[in-house]
T-cell receptor, first 109, second 114 residues
């Protein structure tokens, strides 16, 4: 089966940089995705890493180390609207997608 | 359609009743997923479909839960003899047939069992 671990909560200051870590144990692995969910909203896709290294998309970057079963999401130049929950998700065999428990990010002025 | 559509958006039912939740995925998306989310919690995997078949049903909490997908499109999640612990938001998502395809989520069905 799959299990993913993330910190439950993170607080950061507007304009700063924050890193949200994710460690996983899985019986099958094709890639690691990240999703954002605002309170009362549906999750929306942020990024996908299939290979080791850093993927950058604007203010957001995502990193993967397959050998360490570890990844992180990096958010730069934090804005108040970035306050949300962030989920890592493993894409396994036959496209099964399993989500982590989520990290609630609070951005403060 | 433009996005994943779920109905109803809200459902209040009495304990012991059966409920059916519907998901209409994005046209052409072969993969369809059901998740359950309790307030402030993560996304609990329930079941997913590749076409009309379900490779993994291991997430269904009990035999009161079942799901089907017909014509490679619409899916229904049925909960029989509902219990109060079934109260949650049920989220459906669909994606194209590729590991790097993002999941597109519907707005969910909020189920309340009284």
């Amino acid at each position: 089966g799959q299990s993913l671990e993330q910190p439950s909560e993170v607080t950061a200051v507007e304009g700063a940089i924050v890193q949200i870590n994710c460690t996983y144990q899985t019986s099958g692995f094709y890639g690691l995705s990240w999703y954002q969910q605002h309170d009362g909203g549906a999750p929306t896709f942020l990024s996908y890493n299939a290979l080791d290294g850093l993927e950058e998309t604007g203010r957001f970057s995502s990193f993967l180390s397959r050998s360490d079963s570890y990844g992180y999401l990096l958010l730069q130049e934090l804005q108040m609207k970035d306050s949300a929950s962030y989920f890592c998700a493993v894409v396994g065999g036959y496209q099964k997608v399993t989500f982590g428990t989520g990290t609630k990010l609070q951005v403060i002025p | 359609g433009a996005g994943v559509s779920q109905s109803p958006s809200n459902k209040v039912t009495e304990k012991g009743k059966d409920v059916e939740l519907r998901c209409d995925p994005i046209s052409g998306h072969t993969a369809l997923y059901w998740y359950r989310q309790s307030l402030g919690q993560g996304l609990e995997f329930l079941i997913y479909f590749q076409g009309n078949s379900a490779p993994d049903k291991s997430g269904l909490p009990s035999d009161r839960f079942s799901a089907e997908r017909t014509g490679g499109s619409v899916s229904t999640l049925t909960i029989q003899r509902t219990q109060q612990e079934d109260s949650a938001v049920y989220l459906c998502a669909s994606s194209q047939d590729s590991n790097n395809s993002p999941l597109h989520f519907g707005n969910g069905t909020r189920l309340t069992v009284t």
